[in-house]
Structure formats: C-alpha cells, structure tokens
C-alpha cells in the first residue's frame, strides 16, 4: 500500500514513543497491548464524534480511500493496494471511475516471467498455483483445468491424460501436484482443483476471479489466464518454426503459414517477433537460423573483406560466403551494384576503382 507523508510522519512519532514497548502499532495506552478490532473502532467512533463527524465509521473512511484512488488510477491497480477480490471491487465500485478509465486498457502481448515467477512462489500448491502452472506451462485451458480429476494424472510417470493429448508434467508441477493429492481427506471429491474450506470442485467462473484477482495483486494486471494458456502454445508453435528453419536452412513466410495454420499477416508478425528476439535473421524473403548466416547489415563488410584478399568472384562464391540462397544473393548483388558499392562485368563482381583506391 502506498504511504502518504502525514502517515509516515504520524507512523514515526509513535515509534519513537512507544517502538520498544510493542512489536504492534496500535496498542491501549493503559494495557500496552495489541488493541482488539471492537476497541479499534469504539475510540475511532468517538473521535469522529467529537470532532462533528456523527455516523461514519472506519468502513466509511476505507470506501472513500477507494473512492479516491479510483479517481487517479485505475481499478485493477486499486484492487492490489486494497486488497479487495477484483469482482467485488468492480461491482462496488466501478461507477466512481471516471468514464474513460472504465475499460481495461489492452493487454500486453507479453507475460512478465519474473513476476509470475514470484507469484507461483507465493500461490504454490493452492487452486490458483495449480492453474497458473497447468495453464503457462502445459497449456491447458480454464474448463480443462476445472474438469481435471485425478484419475487423469498420473504422478509415477508424470503424465496428465486429456482426451485430445497426453501433457507431460514438469518437475516443480509434479511436486505441487502430489502435495495438493496429499491433502485429500476421504470422500472428497475426484476433482483436482477444491475450493479449500468447502471441497467441492471450483467452476470456472469462480477459478477466472480467483486466478485474476491473484494476478493483479502480483503486479500483472494485464494478464489473464487465457494469455498464459496462449503464451505456452505460442512458444511451442515458434519451437516448431525454428526447428523447421535448422532443418531446412531457412524459412519463408509461405512455409509458416503452412506449418501453423497462419494467415499472411499472422505469419509474417510471428517471423517478425522471433527475429526481433534474435532467433531468425532475416535476409530478403527468407528467415534463417541466428548464427548460420550473415545479417543484413553486415554482408557489404563481409563482401568488401573478401573481395579486396580475393579480387572478383562470381555471385556463386558470394552466396556461399553469406550462407544464403543464389536467387537471393543475386538480387542483394544487384542493389549494391545500383548503388556503386560494387561493379559487375561479366558474371563477376569486384570493387569499384576508386574503393580499391583507397584501400
């Protein structure tokens, strides 16, 4: 939670008077000892009395902090610094965001690891520790995740059966999983995921706002389960696109779509991403593996290195010094022969007269 300068100040002074007497802040003055709640509130109201505040309580005060941060921020940060669950403070409040702020601005396409890192550590074995790590590291979706029994996970061989696929479980995941099957009383119920104080199985409406109330307090307030779901299988599609590169050298927005079912737009985005992430290298149409061929933006050095110990060479030779293919090395031959960077004769290329000068 946020703390103000009057509070620090206010929080200060009571340390220094009675910091030793108590590990609590709020103590009696004559006990000097925790306070019970029912004390709390009894002096609370009868300060607001006399001060002229007749009829409002600590609940009051705590509505309008809520009010109030509503009005600067918006609402998925407020139910992390109120400590409110996310479908009980947007159906009490919601009408105090200001209209512009009452939609959830777009998601980020990427999740924050080491948050949701943090936050598994903190949920572990609990419903929403064993969706969050079903959902991000096996992919599975919110209704599989709730009709999941324990008939289906078999923790010997590490293996959860699904009707359309068998998801091989991690260590960490096998770990939780068997402590959450230790827990089982007799006669629960064959369903893995148990609302802990009743034990009977958690739809998935009621697992949405455990898992998004649980996310937003970790800071990840974009994210939803879904995207977690999606996140998994996106890194397995690119694994895919990847392993088809190094097998056959290179690949083309063409063969992408073809291997993951992609529109045009949605295979040159992926090719995209992973070549912004350094995974591929993009020369011309083709997308090669990083480290098996020279990037653009270093092939004219290359180039220019070889030609000046070599002398002129033929576009075959320079296609096997970029590791690329001849149709697209005949066409980077021809843009840098367009800008005078290089001079063809024949079925050769060399460096003009005036680079050879001044080298």
Not at 155 to 171: K, S, Y
Not at 187 to 195: E, K, Q, T, Y
Request: aromatic residues 6%; glycine residues 8%; contains cysteine.
């Amino acid at each position: 939670m946020p703390l103000d300068r009057e509070t620090e100040t206010c929080l200060r002074l009571r340390f220094e008077r009675q910091g030793t007497v108590s590990p609590f802040v709020v103590i009696s003055d004559r006990l000097r000892r925790q306070m019970p709640p029912e004390s709390i509130s009894r002096l609370a109201r009868t300060a607001l009395d006399q001060a002229g505040l007749g009829g409002i309580s600590l609940m009051d005060l705590r509505h309008d902090f809520i009010i109030r941060q509503l009005e600067q921020h918006d609402w998925p940060y407020v139910a992390r610094i109120s400590g409110i669950a996310v479908n009980t403070l947007y159906a009490c409040f919601s009408g105090y965001l200001p209209e512009g702020r009452r939609k959830t601005a777009g998601r980020r396409t990427e999740v924050d690891a080491f948050l949701l890192w943090k936050l598994l550590q903190t949920e572990g074995s609990s419903p929403v520790g064993l969706a969050l790590w079903m959902s991000w590291k096996l992919g599975m979706q919110a209704r599989e995740i709730v009709a999941l029994t324990w008939s289906q996970v078999d923790l010997d061989r590490g293996v959860i059966h699904l009707p359309d696929r068998d998801l091989t479980l991690g260590i960490t995941l096998r770990r939780l999983l068997r402590t959450a099957q230790n827990r089982r009383r007799e006669g629960d119920d064959p369903h893995v995921l148990l609302a802990p104080n009743s034990r009977r199985p958690i739809d998935q409406p009621r697992l949405s706002k455990l898992v998004r109330t649980a996310l937003i307090r970790g800071g990840l307030e974009t994210v939803s389960l879904g995207d977690l779901c999606r996140e998994e299988r996106r890194e397995g599609e690119d694994a895919r696109l990847l392993v088809y590169a190094a097998e056959k050298g290179a690949i083309s927005r063409s063969e992408a779509m073809s291997i993951l079912g992609l529109s045009k737009v949605a295979a040159y985005e992926r090719l995209r991403q992973l070549t912004a992430s350094g995974r591929l290298v993009r020369v011309g149409t083709k997308y090669y593996p990083a480290g098996q061929v020279v990037p653009p933006e270093e092939q004219y050095g290359v180039i220019r290195e070889f030609l000046t110990q070599s002398g002129p060479a033929y576009r075959q030779d320079l296609a096997a010094l970029l590791h690329i293919g001849d149709r697209q090395c005949a066409l980077i031959l021809k843009h840098m022969v367009e800008a005078g960077r290089l001079v063809r004769t024949g079925q050769r290329y060399a460096l003009p007269v005036e680079e050879k000068a001044i080298l």
